[in-house]
């Protein structure tokens, strides 16, 4: 397998990969922060899941212009885990998680999220933007007495003055040019109001101190024996599935903005790997994000350099530069993750909503809830997937016919029409006339398939049947793969057909 740093085959804009990284870093630092410190971790965790995502997904990841850092999906799912067993055992998870998901890249599973239908799709990326945009709000609250509560006064009226002018620099730069990435000539501008005249307003440093050193090589210190492994495996499992869909989902959705294909085993190699640092060197680990992947595509970026540049920008920061951005205005970075929620949004699928078919309606919004109101994207887009099979399953059942005739022998014919499978067995066992047929019966496969065990006892139990009335059934025109299928299960059943 290949790892592509840059592609040289196409040209690249150094000036725009550069505005673009750095901007993408500077919504990466405090998001990363906030989950750190949500999770109950050291901030500096969060910072070092950031920069070690960042860089090895930048380099070796399964399409350029994908961001990757220490995202919230992947860490909510081991919050108990660091809560009942310590950060050690974080460590150790994650580390474990990134080795199950080169174990999927490998095996070449990435090519499954194909199976996520444009439904599910559409439930997933709307549902994220509500979240994003959710997510903004609590920027709107600060603590008193030790819990939450909403700004008021001068305080919320210059919070939402500089969000809304953030905004307007944002839209504004956008329609003047597209040579510098909007998001980061709002986050300057604003850092210079806001220090030039002195506006009291919440900065990134007040959330928590991003000054430290290189992340530190660090073997996880747990008990290496069988009880460890059932302790971590299951929350191992379940972040690596949830950083993989979420991983994979982004890179279809990158694939859509920029008209290109990606390689998802590539990607899933590339995020195991970053996992398995992670756990190496004190990162909480992480997924790719949606949201920066939105921001570094908007800005204009289309290779890798910009992923590597904001990797290498945020352990700058950590080594070098941490004073400088802790001055930074949330209302800032608030301001730009409210365009990008509000860009996320596909408006497209509210005005076709007439034109699709009611099920394809029905799951966009079940997903996009699911992603709402339970913050779970991968059990959101398994309920879609699971859905779609349900509703593909019922309208394929119920386009099962047979056309019947008898042909100048006597001999009467059943030409099927449709898949033979679980959900079509009933519909196409009422297609035959048992107590009316002839002696022989031949049933046409030329125009279906035998899909599954279901379908096999199904012909199994029928054949019995006449054979109980004295009458023999042939089956004729089977294609490579029924034949197959009747061939390794006929020690156990009795069926007459064409070899």
Same mark, same amino acid.
């Given at each position: 397998?290949q790892?592509?740093?840059?592609?040289?085959?196409?040209k690249?804009n150094?000036?725009?990969e550069?505005?673009?990284?750095l901007?993408v870093?500077m919504t990466?630092i405090?998001e990363s922060?906030?989950?750190?410190?949500?999770?109950?971790l050291p901030?500096l965790?969060?910072l070092?899941?950031a920069?070690i995502?960042?860089?090895?997904?930048?380099?070796?990841g399964?399409?350029?212009?994908m961001?990757?850092g220490?995202?919230?999906?992947t860490?909510i799912v081991l919050?108990?885990l660091?809560?009942?067993?310590g950060?050690?055992y974080?460590?150790?998870t994650?580390?474990l998680?990134?080795?199950?998901?080169?174990?999927v890249?490998i095996?070449?599973?990435?090519k499954?999220i194909?199976?996520?239908?444009?439904s599910?799709?559409?439930?997933f990326v709307?549902g994220?933007?509500?979240?994003?945009f959710?997510?903004?709000?609590?920027?709107?609250?600060?603590l008193?007495?030790?819990?939450?509560?909403w700004l008021?006064?001068n305080?919320?009226?210059?919070?939402?003055?500089?969000v809304l002018?953030?905004?307007?620099?944002v839209?504004?730069t956008?329609?003047?040019?597209k040579?510098?990435?909007?998001a980061l000539?709002?986050i300057?501008?604003?850092f210079?109001?806001?220090?030039?005249?002195?506006?009291?307003?919440?900065?990134?440093?007040?959330?928590?101190?991003?000054?430290?050193?290189f992340?530190?090589?660090?073997?996880?210190?747990?008990?290496i024996?069988?009880?460890t492994?059932?302790?971590?495996?299951p929350?191992?499992?379940?972040?690596a599935?949830?950083?993989?869909?979420?991983?994979?989902?982004t890179l279809?959705v990158?694939?859509?903005?920029t008209?290109?294909?990606g390689?998802?085993n590539?990607?899933?190699?590339?995020?195991g790997?970053?996992?398995v640092?992670n756990?190496?060197f004190?990162g909480?680990?992480?997924?790719?994000m949606?949201?920066q992947?939105f *921001?570094n595509?908007?800005?204009?970026? =289309?290779t890798?350099?910009?992923?590597? !540049?904001g +990797? $290498?920008?945020i &352990?700058c920061v950590?080594?070098?530069?941490?004073?400088?951005?802790?001055?930074?205005?949330?209302?800032?970075?608030?301001?730009?993750?409210?365009v990008v929620?509000?860009?996320?949004?596909?408006?497209?699928?509210?005005?076709?909503?007439?034109k699709?078919?009611s099920s394809?309606?029905?799951?966009m919004v079940?997903v996009?809830?699911?992603?709402?109101?339970m913050?779970?994207?991968?059990?959101?887009?398994?309920t879609?997937?699971?859905?779609?099979?349900l509703?593909?399953?019922?309208?394929s059942?119920k386009?099962?016919?047979?056309?019947k005739?008898?042909?100048?022998?006597?001999?009467?014919?059943?030409?099927?029409?449709g898949p033979l499978?679980?959900?079509?067995?009933?519909?196409?066992?009422?297609?035959f006339?048992l107590?009316n047929?002839p002696?022989e019966? *031949?049933?046409d496969?030329?125009?279906s =398939?035998?899909?599954?065990?279901?379908? !096999?006892? +199904? $012909?199994h139990k &029928?054949?019995?049947?006449?054979e109980?009335?004295?009458?023999k059934?042939?089956?004729?025109?089977?294609n490579?793969?029924?034949?197959k299928k009747?061939?390794?299960?006929?020690?156990?059943?009795?069926i007459?057909?064409?070899?």
């Amino acid at each position: 397998m290949q790892f592509p740093i840059v592609d040289f085959s196409q040209k690249i804009n150094y000036r725009t990969e550069l505005f673009a990284g750095l901007t993408v870093a500077m919504t990466m630092i405090p998001e990363s922060l906030a989950f750190a410190i949500l999770a109950g971790l050291p901030p500096l965790t969060g910072l070092y899941a950031a920069f070690i995502m960042g860089i090895v997904t930048a380099i070796f990841g399964g399409r350029p212009g994908m961001v990757s850092g220490g995202a919230g999906a992947t860490i909510i799912v081991l919050i108990s885990l660091i809560q009942s067993h310590g950060v050690e055992y974080l460590f150790a998870t994650v580390l474990l998680a990134g080795m199950l998901q080169i174990g999927v890249g490998i095996l070449k599973f990435g090519k499954f999220i194909r199976l996520v239908p444009e439904s599910v799709m559409y439930g997933f990326v709307n549902g994220l933007a509500v979240v994003i945009f959710i997510s903004q709000l609590k920027q709107f609250k600060t603590l008193e007495n030790g819990r939450e509560v909403w700004l008021s006064g001068n305080k919320l009226y210059v919070m939402l003055a500089l969000v809304l002018f953030g905004i307007l620099i944002v839209v504004g730069t956008t329609k003047i040019t597209k040579k510098i990435p909007a998001a980061l000539v709002s986050i300057l501008l604003l850092f210079g109001l806001v220090h030039f005249f002195q506006i009291d307003t919440q900065r990134v440093g007040d959330i928590a101190s991003i000054s430290g050193q290189f992340p530190p090589f660090h073997i996880p210190q747990v008990p290496i024996n069988w009880e460890t492994l059932q302790t971590i495996f299951p929350y191992a499992v379940i972040m690596a599935g949830v950083g993989l869909i979420e991983s994979l989902l982004t890179l279809n959705v990158a694939d859509e903005l920029t008209n290109s294909t990606g390689k998802p085993n590539q990607e899933c190699i590339a995020q195991g790997s970053a996992n398995v640092l992670n756990g190496l060197f004190t990162g909480m680990g992480g997924c790719a994000m949606i949201a920066q992947t939105f *921001v570094n595509i908007s800005a204009g970026s =289309r290779t890798r350099f910009a992923g590597i !540049i904001g +990797a $290498i920008t945020i &352990l700058c920061v950590i080594l070098f530069a941490s004073p400088v951005v802790e001055k930074i205005p949330m209302a800032a970075l608030t301001g730009v993750m409210l365009v990008v929620s509000f860009t996320t949004f596909n408006w497209g699928s509210l005005r076709i909503y007439k034109k699709m078919p009611s099920s394809d309606f029905f799951i966009m919004v079940i997903v996009a809830s699911i992603t709402i109101f339970m913050h779970n994207l991968a059990f959101a887009v398994l309920t879609g997937v699971v859905l779609s099979a349900l509703v593909f399953a019922w309208e394929s059942a119920k386009r099962i016919r047979a056309k019947k005739f008898v042909d100048p022998e006597g001999v009467k014919h059943y030409r099927i029409f449709g898949p033979l499978f679980f959900a079509s067995v009933s519909a196409f066992n009422e297609k035959f006339d048992l107590e009316n047929d002839p002696l022989e019966v *031949v049933i046409d496969f030329k125009e279906s =398939r035998i899909s599954d065990l279901s379908a !096999i006892d +199904a $012909i199994h139990k &029928l054949t019995a049947r006449y054979e109980e009335k004295g009458k023999k059934i042939r089956l004729i025109n089977l294609n490579g793969e029924s034949r197959k299928k009747l061939q390794r299960a006929k020690k156990l059943i009795k069926i007459d057909f064409e070899h």
